[in-house]
């Protein structure tokens, strides 16, 4: 049966970097990992900040076993297309794939990715430590009963903000929607304040804002689909979607209207350019997946290194907040033919003591033990928001059925069309709502006419 139809039924730097070994956590790596000579493991993943984090640890690794590790990493749009097309074409070139939690029921349901609980099983508890991730992130690298990957780059999204600006304006960190739009307008046209924008949001075409109406819609108290809320266990039962909503139309209204308190060509700005409008010194705060947050800290590529701030993603006044969740799993290409080899690698890379020097070194802590660990929490201080943020999470906050990636790409088309003026936000919706109950219904899913 295709798993398909089952769904519808129910930069090197070896001199420096020590060698990880049974030291830390008593894992003796050099018998615990198989012996692979004249072997090369090829990894796919996303070219983000932690690239450079996977370069320096790598050589330990392949010390241990002998083979050689190699990396390509592609843009966020061209790594799903790559993956897609090497999973679709049932090549062996890479290994190990990297997944974004959106894509987990897409590659199981494409029959991309391998199930790793037999090998979850066969590996001794403390090897893998599996309930010491993020427990949202748990349910992320899960779905119809099997692991698609391992955890590794768990994201939350967190307000980053300037403490100098907020202290010179008497202001507090925004906790509240209204309280964002607030400083957005104090700090936009202020004298006080020269050529400083109050934010820069993710308003470019495609997964950019189509990802942003899924952050931000919990946090209006709305929801995108019927049952898709946090709490309930079935989020997917009832897929009816609630772009019709005064929420949604909420949503895609601040959008616009937030838009005046951004630098010129707002409508462009994606992940990139927001990151680069704070840690140039044109926005006073931006919301950012905190896998940006070390480079905003760090002086060599930030003017305002020392002048930072970080705290939960804001929510409307009188509800509880859902700070967006976002990252990435290791799994096994379905089609690999060195899965043992590409297996010792997840357990080893994802394993307690190695996960915590890749934190080290710039990648986004996706355990409790690195979140609460005294030395990395000494070096990043946002790693508090961090843990304040994951008691919250949302492991739906984008719906991780095998549709996503469609359903992202049309919500980000037809609100960049509104927040362009080319329609109106209410003919917006109404296509989304039209259009999106369509692939619902064509997926097989539960649609209220």
């Known amino acids: 049966m295709k798993r398909r139809t089952a769904l519808l039924l129910a930069g090197t ?34 070219q983000d900040p932690w690239v450079s984090g996977f370069q ?44 974004d939690s959106p894509w987990v029921g897409e590659f199981w349901s494409g029959e991309f990715v391998e199930d790793l609980k037999p090998y979850i099983e066969k590996t001794k508890p403390e090897v893998l430590a599996w309930d010491d991730f993020v427990p949202a992130f748990q349910t992320v690298a899960e779905w119809e009963d099997t692991i698609v990957g391992v955890p590794f780059g768990a994201y939350f999204m967190m307000l980053h903000y300037r403490k100098d600006l907020f202290e ?68 997917y039962s009832d897929m009816t979607p609630q772009f019709n909503s005064p929420e949604a139309k909420q949503v895609f209204e601040f959008f616009k209207e937030m838009l005046q308190y951004q630098p010129s060509g707002a409508e462009s700005i994606a992940w990139e350019e927001r990151a680069a409008t704070f840690t140039t010194g044109k926005t006073a705060m931006i919301t950012a997946w905190s896998v940006r947050t070390p480079g905003f800290y760090d002086p060599s590529k930030s003017q305002i290194a020392d002048k930072i701030g970080t705290t939960v993603f804001p929510h409307k006044e009188g509800i509880d907040g859902v700070p967006p969740l976002g990252g990435w799993v290791m799994g096994i290409n379905s089609h690999s033919n060195q899965k043992d080899l590409a297996w010792d690698y997840i357990k080893w890379f994802t394993s307690k003591d190695v996960h915590k020097q890749f934190v080290l070194l710039g990648g986004p802590p996706s355990r409790l033990s690195a979140i609460q660990d005294p030395e990395i929490r000494a070096k990043m201080p946002w790693v508090e ?65």
Not at 29 to 46: C, H, V
């Open 56 to 99: 320096q640890l790598n050589p330990t690794f392949e010390q241990l076993t002998g083979t050689k590790v190699v990396i390509d990493a592609f843009g966020y749009d061209q790594t799903h297309e790559k993956e897609v097309l090497e999973g679709t074409s049932q090549s062996s070139q890479y290994d190990i794939i990297v997944l």
């Open 385 to 449: 928001t961090i843990e304040e943020s994951q008691k919250n999470v949302y492991a739906e906050c984008r719906p991780r059925i095998p549709e996503s990636f469609e359903i992202i790409d049309t919500v980000g088309l037809n609100f960049s069309r509104a927040l362009q003026n080319q329609v109106s936000v209410d003919e917006a919706l109404s296509e989304l709502q039209t259009t999106i109950a369509e692939l619902m219904s064509k997926g097989g899913y539960t649609v209220q006419q």
């Open 168 to 235: 010179k304006a008497g202001l507090q960190p925004p906790k509240t929607i209204d309280e964002f739009k607030a400083a957005a307008k104090h700090f936009t046209n202020n004298p006080d304040f020269p050529g400083m924008y109050g934010t820069a949001l993710n308003n470019a075409r495609g997964a950019a804002i189509g990802q942003s109406f899924f952050e931000w819609i919990f946090n209006f108290g709305g929801k995108p689909f019927a049952t898709t809320v946090p709490g309930n266990p079935d989020p």
């Open 13 to 46: 730097i070896v001199a420096t970097w020590p060698m990880i070994s049974q030291a830390q956590t008593g894992i003796d790596w050099a018998s615990e990992l198989g012996k692979y000579p004249d072997t090369t493991l090829r990894i796919l993943m996303i």
